[in-house]
């Protein structure tokens, strides 16, 4: 599944992707003075191979977030007009699972990293990927793990 972003969310992984590579910046350097002083075999040097699993990890971080930002759908849900659920709305919620109801709940509908008062939902979420751009009253399903979550939208506002 493509990943749906809105601009806001693409920019804070942007500057994810740059602290990634700032980070690993800094640790080759620690990684040469630290192979300069006791040479750079793992039975020589533990932390000569803690620097190298680390430099591995971020890596393997900084690739799959560069893949994700190069792969994403970007959307610019300016909807103000619309009662749809979209990037920036707060909906209103009830859940079931597996048949129980639970509280009602409103969620904030972002991926990006504002400060809010309300639990985030992106698109890319099991709740957020059934209601996205979906209308007040509209009924959907979503299971996680052997769960089964039934979603009514009750309210949207923007």
């Excluded at 971080?61 to 994403?72: N, V």
């Excluded at 300016?78 to 979209?86: D, F, M, T």
């Excluded at 109801?101 to 990006?112: E, G, V």
């Excluded at 996205?132 to 793990?145: A, F, H, S």
């Amino acid at each position: 599944m493509a990943l749906i972003i809105s601009k806001a969310g693409l920019k804070a992984r942007e500057k994810e992707l740059e602290l990634l590579k700032k980070k690993l910046s800094e640790l080759r350097v620690f990684k040469g003075s630290v192979a300069i002083h006791s040479g750079d075999a793992w039975h020589d040097n533990n932390d000569f191979e803690q620097c190298e699993i680390d430099e591995r990890g971020l890596l393997k971080q900084i690739s799959d977030l560069s893949a994700e930002i190069d792969s994403a759908t970007i959307v610019d849900d300016n909807l103000s007009n619309s009662n749809i659920v979209a990037y920036g709305t707060k909906v209103t919620i009830q859940l079931s699972k597996n048949g129980k109801d639970m509280p009602k709940n409103t969620i904030l509908f972002s991926d990006a990293d504002e400060s809010s008062e309300f639990m985030k939902v992106s698109a890319n979420s099991p709740l957020g990927n059934t209601i996205y751009q979906k209308e007040e009253g509209y009924i959907g399903t979503y299971t996680v793990g052997t769960n089964v979550f039934t979603v009514k939208i009750l309210k949207i506002e923007y």
